[in-house]
């Protein structure tokens, strides 16, 4: 409550983090000379710990003056009229199209691989900020989209658009088989379940390597450089015009990711509106209610897994594309935990929220890296401090609604 | 095959006292400790650190291995216990009832936070059990061979060990006052709550005594291995969690039986299927247990309370 507090809670948090870091961060057993002893790596981390609850401090007070109070679905301020919103959406949109032609190859990549990302996040906002079930292996569903794109195309020749349709569609049905047992659970038996599933793709992919490329000693790749084969069916007519600047069809990818995510956003914006989206909304602030109220809970969460997996599919088909190769260690634990801490960071149940947690998540480390070097070695872990303290701090994220669940 | 399967029934008494941890929690709190594998892999460090340190000071040829393995084993109970303290009050308590996805994910966070906290603090690199030490391989080498099977010291010391803390953690939660509480409180935390019991004590005490059996087990896991990794943690967590689950969470015997019954099945696994296949067995049968049985072997049905 008063600063007295939080400056003693601070302290407290940086002295505890120092006592308990000392047996890893100061102690290194060595082989000559037993023990070897240096606090100075556990007072960085107390300043570390002290820095960031200040922050967290800061986050609450901001909260408790800006935060809650206002009703779950009033405007914001800064609403336009909906054809206005419609006409600078749409600006918007074709301004971030023309983006390439001034902008170099690196960006260009990055920016495709950041909306791949968000129509992922965008996807998963449907299973876990929508209907409250916690997935953590969607990793898996972005991986069978990517395989089914690369198999189809390389080993039965087919082009671009129909084998993206058919990754969408086989990682829907995956999600729709992963649903099945998972109705009848709480959802935090769910979690594990995804979670093996996607441990499970990665083992059959690493595996079955007579289909999947690569020796099972080595990174099993998908045949480099077949599946850009297929590039110029894209959509010649989108691009011919302006050249190709960059490498060849980048701008076709960079593109296609475009259009996708705003399928993405809309249908999933429209999705949250209609009387299915209202659904999951119910399910995931109490599901006894919801069934009490007329939900049919298991076609709401198959629908939910369902959709999610699809745009994690169509995503996925994206990916094989523009990377060009594909190897299992891509769709690994960490890779869906990223997608999780992009939903959670920004906001749970909110669509632009998902594409800023996208954005942010995948487009700052590069940039921040010339400012801090390590940074990819530090990410999982700020990552992870991330999830734990968004949650205890502001567990709507930074553009979520609140969910308003009583205390039980 | 007989070998296997013994080997699977050392892994699966591993599997058991991890489980034990899943478990108190899950049936308190309904919470998936998802930290639980970290805390296990913080207290084989601890343990492995402090062996290699004896080791190194030369302690170890005066001490004798079994006096080092007890330091070693307390000392890692003593760190885990301090970690599982501190991660219920951080990343738990400030989320209590609110809802069940917020935990899960705080949960994630900081099993993440812990596994690349010891990566950036002691390397990516796995430190090692020190097995080349004279005293070590005084005490710990022979074993006793019958017919087709041979059993190391370490797996014997390995399965007495696991049986003892069974024994002694169903024996504290029967008799002692704090193991009534956490019976009543598992039952009914509101209602413990009006009969005086303070909850939050219990919480923190089934973490510090899931978090110490954890570090038992994390230190036993690297002496199977001899060595201690950062990753090591979170998928023996996970196939521990299956073990509860496929017991019956919440229930301890449950969890005994499933952590036995886990390592058996992937043994017969490996051995009759694909070892390539092994992390994948563990959540094929928790897909079975969840479709066939969801309230586990020893779990008793729960209505759900609104």
């Keep these: 409550m008063t600063p007295f507090r939080a400056v003693l809670r601070v302290l407290l948090a940086s002295a505890v983090a120092f006592a308990i870091s000392i047996p890893f961060a100061s102690v290194r057993s060595t082989a000559e000379a037993g023990f070897t002893f240096d606090l100075r790596p556990a007072g960085t981390i107390a300043g570390v710990v002290a820095a960031a609850a200040i922050l967290g401090e800061l986050v609450r007070l901001a909260g408790r003056y800006l935060g809650p109070g206002a009703p779950r679905d009033a405007r914001p301020p800064f609403a336009l009229p909906a054809k206005a919103r419609g006409a600078a959406l749409a600006a918007a949109a074709l301004l971030v199209a023309l983006v390439p032609l001034w902008s170099g190859s690196g960006t260009v990549t990055m920016a495709t691989e950041a909306m791949i990302f968000a129509v992922i996040a965008v996807g998963l906002q449907i299973t876990i900020g929508m209907a409250g079930l916690l997935v953590l292996g969607h990793a898996g569903f972005w991986a069978v989209g990517a395989y089914t794109y690369g198999l189809l195309t390389i080993h039965l020749g087919w082009s671009f658009w129909p084998a993206m349709a058919a990754g969408g569609v086989a990682a829907a049905a995956m999600g729709f088989m992963v649903g099945l047992p998972a109705l009848r659970l709480r959802g935090d038996y769910l979690a594990v379940v995804t979670l093996g599933f996607g441990e499970a793709v990665r083992a059959v992919l690493k595996n079955e390597n007579k289909w999947t490329g690569g020796d099972a000693n080595l990174p099993s790749n998908l045949v480099p450089g077949q599946l850009r084969g297929v590039q110029g069916e894209i959509g010649q007519w989108i691009w011919q015009p302006y050249g190709t600047p960059g490498r060849n069809g980048d701008y076709e990818c960079y593109l296609t990711a475009l259009g996708l995510l705003a399928l993405c956003i809309f249908s999933v914006v429209r999705l949250a509106r209609s009387r299915e989206g209202r659904a999951l909304f119910a399910l995931r602030e109490d599901e006894t209610a919801a069934k009490c109220m007329g939900v049919d809970t298991v076609r709401t969460k198959l629908l939910a897994f369902t959709s999610s997996a699809m745009w994690a599919g169509l995503a996925g088909a994206l990916t094989a594309v523009q990377r060009d190769s594909l190897n299992p260690e891509l769709f690994d634990f960490n890779t869906s935990i990223l997608f999780v801490a992009m939903v959670v960071l920004g906001g749970l149940g909110s669509v632009a929220g998902a594409v800023l947690g996208a954005g942010a998540l995948w487009i700052l480390p590069p940039l921040l890296q010339d400012w801090f070097e390590d940074i990819t070695l530090y990410r999982p872990l700020v990552i992870g401090a991330l999830m734990a303290g968004m949650m205890v701090v502001r567990p709507e994220g930074l553009l979520g609604s609140r969910s308003r669940k009583a205390a039980g | 095959m007989i070998q296997t399967l013994w080997d699977g029934f050392v892994q699966g008494a591993l599997y058991a006292v991890v489980a034990l941890g899943y478990t108190m929690v899950y049936g308190i709190l309904m919470l998936i400790n998802f930290a639980h594998g970290e805390v296990m892999m913080l207290g084989a460090y601890a343990g492995v650190v402090t062996l290699a340190g004896l080791a190194g000071s030369g302690a170890m040829a005066s001490l004798g291995l079994p006096l080092c393995l007890c330091g070693a084993v307390l000392a890692s109970m003593g760190v885990a216990a301090c970690y599982g303290f501190v991660v219920e009050r951080v990343a ?215």
């Design chain 2, 92 to 306: 738990y308590r400030p989320l209590r009832g609110a809802g069940s996805l917020s935990p899960l994910i705080s949960a994630i966070g900081v099993s993440i936070v812990l596994q690349n906290f010891v990566m950036l603090t002691q390397g990516n690199a796995p430190i090692y059990v020190p097995g080349a030490d004279k005293a070590w391989q005084d005490a710990l080498t022979g074993g006793w061979t019958a017919g087709p099977l041979s059993v190391q010291p370490t797996d014997a010391l390995i399965v007495a060990v696991c049986v003892l803390l069974m024994a002694g953690l169903w024996l504290f939660v029967q008799k002692t006052r704090i193991g009534t509480a956490m019976r009543a409180t598992s039952q009914d935390r509101v209602m413990a709550r009006l009969v005086g019991i303070d909850v939050d004590r219990v919480i923190s005490a089934t973490f510090v005594i899931g978090s110490a059996l954890a570090a038992v087990a994390g230190v036993l896991t690297s002496l199977l291995t001899m060595q201690a990794k950062f990753d090591m943690g979170f998928l023996l967590g996970m196939k521990a969690f299956v073990a509860a689950v496929l017991g019956g969470i919440g229930n301890i015997p449950g969890a005994m039986l499933g952590g036995l019954l886990l390592g058996l099945v992937e043994a017969a696994g490996i051995y009759g299927l694909r070892a390539d296949y092994k992390d994948v067995y563990a959540f094929g049968l928790l897909l079975v247990v969840l479709i066939a049985r969801p309230r586990g072997l020893l779990g008793e049905r729960v209505a759900e309370k609104v």
